[in-house]
């Protein structure tokens, strides 16, 4: 669908080529790329990807970031996804966003092998990195007719078997979302 420059990189969004979208590019603040789709005999819906502001300091500003965002959705059926550099202690604050967004891990029942996307003990992606583990990306959910049928992390195990390479430094998240 499109991509963004990000502190860090690019933002990047594909989708199924079944999927007809009606428009590839959505306006949308910051790092963020965004694609409007019809689904055959369903809601419109909207996906965006996002790379929020880094670090433990930039909550502030990745809850408004992700605010503007959310604001920026021409679908009010809607799934937000990404980096979003977040801590556990934003959880509440993020989901608020919007009259209530809904997180897919937590939705899918928290699943515990598909919840650390960061983990730097074992992903020597920056070798020069100290090691932690954490929850950094997350997948939203807009509107009722969005149901979770699966979610699991992708991406973490080395890519050719060798121990540290890894795709990235964060582990990827993936979801299977039923639509009523």
């Not at 965004?34 to 930039?58: M, N, Q, W, Y």
């Not at 604050?93 to 997180?103: N, P, S």
């Not at 029942?109 to 020597?124: F, L, Q, V, Y």
Request: glycine share 10%.
């Amino acid at each position: 669908a499109g991509t963004a420059n990000s502190h860090c990189g690019r933002v990047t969004l594909l989708y199924k080529s079944f999927l007809e979208p009606i428009a590839t590019v959505v306006p949308t603040p910051g790092p963020t790329v965004a694609v409007r789709l019809a689904l055959p005999g369903k809601a419109e819906i909207t996906v965006a990807s996002s790379h929020l502001e880094p670090f433990k300091e930039g909550a502030a500003k990745r809850r408004v970031q992700l605010a503007a965002v959310a604001k920026a959705m021409p679908t009010q059926h809607y799934v937000l996804c990404g980096d979003m550099n977040m801590r556990n202690s934003e959880d509440d604050a993020m989901e608020a966003l919007d009259g209530g967004l809904r997180d897919a891990w937590k939705a899918a029942g928290s699943p515990k092998d598909a919840k650390m996307t960061w983990n730097s003990k074992i992903n020597k992606y920056h070798q020069d990195g100290f090691g932690f583990i954490c929850r950094f990306d997350r997948i939203y959910l807009k509107g009722e007719v969005l149901r979770v049928k699966k979610f699991a992390l992708v991406g973490e195990q080395p890519y050719n078997g060798r121990e540290g390479h890894y795709l990235s430094d964060h582990f990827g998240l993936v979801t299977a979302l039923g639509i009523k």
